[in-house]
């Protein structure tokens, strides 16, 4: 790797003022969701890039709180959608209405006109409700009957799934999968954890966090984080990790019975982006290989299908991208 230019240290003279207030967002967050320090993290790295994040957890283990707590913290709009069998696409994006008192159709808008969209339990809804979120996610756009609708921004859809049951349950297809940046994986907290809890809210419910920066300064960390530096060994690295996944054997790895299916070329982009966003999330204007490493797993895992045979044989995503880690050679 090169050695970071001036304009790499004015870079990161500007990422340790974002830095700071980065953190004092997380700390807003942790006053009120007790643990899951590392997905409050990537919760932020995925906003700062600019994407989107399905969470997997079991219930009542505090996805909703999360979700809202940081929607509190930025100063922006929150909407909490519950997918459920009858659920229509026009719940979502909203439709046209007559009004018979001019004898004229207007546009009611849904609730993914709001900031922040949290999409509980979004695989119990069938496949057309859930692809009704895709034009949302990717173009940051709505068409309501011919006519396109731009949405607020940050955009922010944070989609949850439970693990436990898959009975009623409607799988995501592979095209709107790939549309989330991250999958994080929500475990229970510790007992450390989980006695602050009753702590907090065993009296009452507790309130919000005051708003901490305004959506503005948002936007403008994302925009930043598409400034922020990468040396080109950080690229080849990054679109090595992602070729391991569709070509193992070239990496001396031995899952090409294992793998069915490899990252698109926008896991790559992904990947680097969230590089990029955990090295301002660190006060650095340029890449290390670490920024990158610490982002693979929720940036890969939903994007590698394995084949039956290697499903029997225990094989999962995260200990595929396991052992690339160990097989490509890190700059």
Same mark, same amino acid.
């Given at each position: 790797?090169?050695?970071?230019?001036?304009?790499?240290?004015?870079?990161?003279?500007?990422?340790?003022?974002?830095?700071?207030?980065?953190?004092?967002?997380?700390?807003?967050?942790?006053?009120?969701?007790?643990?899951?320090?590392?997905?409050?993290?990537?919760?932020?790295?995925?906003?700062?890039?600019?994407?989107?994040?399905?969470?997997?957890?079991?219930?009542?283990?505090?996805?909703?709180?999360?979700?809202?707590?940081?929607?509190?913290?930025?100063?922006?709009?929150?909407?909490?959608?519950?997918?459920?069998?009858?659920?229509?696409?026009?719940?979502?994006?909203?439709?046209?209405?007559?009004?018979?008192?001019?004898?004229?159709?207007?546009?009611?808008?849904?609730?993914?006109?709001?900031?922040?969209?949290?999409?509980?339990?979004?695989?119990?809804?069938?496949?057309?409700?859930?692809?009704?979120?895709?034009?949302?996610?990717?173009?940051?756009?709505?068409?309501?009957?011919?006519?396109?609708?731009?949405?607020?921004?940050?955009?922010?859809?944070?989609?949850?799934?439970?693990? $436990?049951?898959?009975?009623?349950?409607?799988?995501? =297809? @592979?095209?709107?999968?790939? %549309?989330? #940046?991250?999958?994080?994986?929500? /475990?229970?907290?510790?007992?450390?954890?989980?006695?602050?809890?009753?702590?907090?809210?065993?009296?009452?419910?507790?309130?919000?966090?005051?708003?901490?920066?305004?959506?503005?300064?948002?936007?403008?960390?994302?925009?930043?984080?598409?400034?922020?530096?990468?040396?080109?060994?950080?690229?080849?690295?990054?679109?090595?990790?992602?070729?391991?996944?569709?070509?193992?054997?070239?990496?001396?790895?031995?899952?090409?019975?294992?793998?069915?299916?490899?990252?698109?070329?926008?896991?790559?982009?992904?990947?680097?982006?969230?590089?990029?966003?955990?090295?301002?999330?660190?006060?650095?204007?340029?890449? $290390?290989?670490?920024?990158?490493?610490?982002?693979? =797993? @929720?940036?890969?895992?939903? %994007?590698? #299908?394995?084949?039956?045979?290697? /499903?029997?044989?225990?094989?999962?995503?995260?200990?595929?991208?396991?052992?690339?880690?160990?097989?490509?050679?890190?700059?």
């Amino acid at each position: 790797m090169t050695t970071p230019s001036p304009e790499i240290g004015e870079l990161t003279e500007k990422a340790g003022e974002f830095e700071r207030e980065i953190r004092t967002v997380r700390n807003g967050i942790g006053d009120v969701v007790a643990g899951h320090a590392g997905i409050i993290d990537n919760l932020l790295v995925s906003l700062l890039a600019g994407g989107h994040v399905l969470l997997e957890g079991v219930p009542g283990i505090g996805k909703t709180l999360l979700a809202r707590t940081v929607s509190t913290c930025i100063g922006c709009s929150y909407a909490r959608l519950q997918f459920t069998p009858d659920l229509l696409p026009s719940d979502i994006i909203g439709t046209r209405v007559y009004n018979q008192k001019d004898g004229t159709f207007s546009v009611v808008k849904g609730p993914v006109f709001h900031q922040f969209i949290l999409a509980d339990e979004i695989n119990r809804s069938p496949p057309k409700v859930q692809s009704a979120l895709l034009e949302a996610m990717q173009e940051r756009q709505v068409t309501i009957y011919g006519e396109t609708f731009p949405l607020q921004r940050p955009f922010f859809v944070i989609a949850t799934e439970n693990p $436990l049951e898959s009975e009623g349950t409607y799988p995501l =297809p @592979e095209a709107q999968v790939d %549309r989330f #940046l991250m999958k994080l994986l929500l /475990e229970y907290p510790t007992v450390e954890e989980e006695s602050l809890i009753l702590e907090r809210f065993a009296t009452g419910e507790r309130g919000m966090p005051p708003v901490v920066i305004g959506a503005d300064r948002i936007m403008e960390m994302q925009h930043f984080v598409r400034d922020v530096y990468a040396d080109p060994a950080i690229i080849g690295y990054v679109t090595s990790l992602t070729a391991a996944t569709r070509r193992p054997g070239e990496y001396g790895l031995d899952l090409g019975d294992v793998i069915a299916w490899g990252s698109s070329p926008r896991g790559a982009l992904g990947l680097l982006l969230c590089g990029k966003a955990r090295a301002l999330c660190r006060g650095r204007g340029y890449v $290390l290989p670490d920024d990158v490493v610490s982002v693979v =797993p @929720e940036v890969l895992r939903h %994007r590698i #299908l394995l084949t039956f045979e290697g /499903e029997a044989e225990g094989h999962t995503p995260d200990s595929v991208i396991a052992q690339i880690l160990r097989a490509v050679k890190v700059p």
